[in-house]
């Protein structure tokens, strides 16, 4: 039965996985300095807790300048990536008052960055479009880039960068990639990067100098193929609230989608989406309940989700706890191809209603 007051929905963040993940990177790329991406608010972990566990990264990326600035506020010594450079001209003085490392990735930010008053020291990363075709300069270009760079009057550190779109799915458009940015790396002597999470596992020729690892630093993002030792960072949990037995037949939940077969034990779990347990998991999507695996039955709600606990009726009580994901039994990236998507999503989309709970 239960004792507390409050709602039971709860994010577990296991810290010790945050250290071991990064020794994962450390042990996979000897060689490379590590740039830890902790945008997104950590990828839904919390962004300054996140830091404070990978504090042995070389380096920190993020997706903002707001991201960067909070890391700054809370004392976080360590290089400073932003992966998307500049948003407006007007976060140039930002960039050097907070001593910021920048991407550049497209003619208008060289612009801004290089009409700029300002000469201090900057480490500029140029991101080189390798087939992604989202950002980066076409590799034609790079050398002007480079000699715009060098001819100015600013005291630049110059690195080069690409982005890989697909190194957990096709080897062959991954070569691709590699073989349109190795060049740039050879034809120059500046610090290289290139390696996400699944290429970091996948693809050694791809370190370079620095490595990018973001989901497997979380314990997602997992394919059948990566060699990395990952653990789950992040338990997502709640609790049962109502039992009952509905006699077969019967239909369970919004939009009588779902109809029971047999007499079924049926459990009423505190978490739904506006929790952000994602809103399309259909029954059959699994939850962990005293250890074994049930169904998920009938549509989710804001609030609640129904499972099948027949199987268990001689076992189970109103309190017990509910998985819905991060334990060794199911991973977020198995509930997300239950629903259509991604890990990543699901570990940013927990909502601000359920507390995160620091497991040490």
Not at 127 to 156: C, T, W, Y
Not at 186 to 200: E, G, M, R
Request: aromatic share 8%; glycine share 8%.
């Amino acid at each position: 039965m239960r004792k507390s007051m409050y709602r039971p929905a709860k994010a577990f963040i296991h810290l010790p996985a945050l250290r071991h993940n990064l020794q994962e990177v450390k042990r996979l790329a000897p060689k490379s300095k590590v740039l830890a991406v902790i945008k997104a608010n950590g990828y839904g972990h919390g962004i300054n807790r996140v830091a404070h566990q990978l504090n042995c990264a070389d380096g920190f990326g993020v997706a903002c300048i707001d991201e960067a600035i909070v890391l700054r506020q809370k004392g976080f010594l360590h290089r400073i990536l932003l992966l998307e450079g500049l948003f407006s001209e007007a976060e140039i003085p930002l960039v050097y008052q907070h001593r910021l490392d920048l991407v550049v990735h497209s003619e208008l930010q060289l612009n801004w960055l290089l009409e700029s008053p300002y000469t201090g020291p900057l480490n500029v990363w140029i991101k080189v479009d390798s087939g992604m075709h989202r950002l980066g300069f076409d590799p034609e270009v790079v050398p002007q880039v480079i000699n715009r760079l060098q001819s100015s009057d600013k005291a630049l550190q110059i690195h080069v960068m690409s982005h890989l779109a697909s190194a957990d799915e096709s080897d062959a458009f991954t070569q691709q990639q590699i073989g349109c940015f190795d060049p740039i790396v050879k034809a120059h002597s500046f610090p290289a990067s290139l390696a996400n999470s699944a290429a970091l596992q996948l693809y050694p020729e791809t370190h370079y100098d620095w490595v990018r690892p973001g989901i497997m630093l979380y314990g997602a993002g997992h394919c059948p193929s990566c060699k990395a030792d990952l653990k789950p960072v992040m338990k997502l949990a709640s609790e049962i609230t109502s039992l009952k037995w509905v006699k077969q037949g019967e239909y369970v939940g919004y939009g009588n989608t779902w109809q029971a077969q047999r007499d079924t034990f049926v459990g009423v779990v505190a978490i739904g989406y506006g929790d952000g347990y994602p809103r399309h998991a259909p029954s059959g999507t699994p939850v962990v309940v005293g250890g074994q695996r049930v169904p998920l039955i009938g549509r989710v709600s804001m609030d609640m989700v129904c499972v099948d606990l027949t199987d268990l009726a001689d076992q189970v009580a109103i309190g017990d706890e509910a998985i819905l994901w991060g334990t060794d039994l199911l991973s977020v990236d198995e509930v997300a191809k239950f629903a259509g998507t991604i890990g990543y999503e699901l570990l940013c989309g927990v909502t601000k209603r359920v507390p995160m709970i620091e497991v040490q």
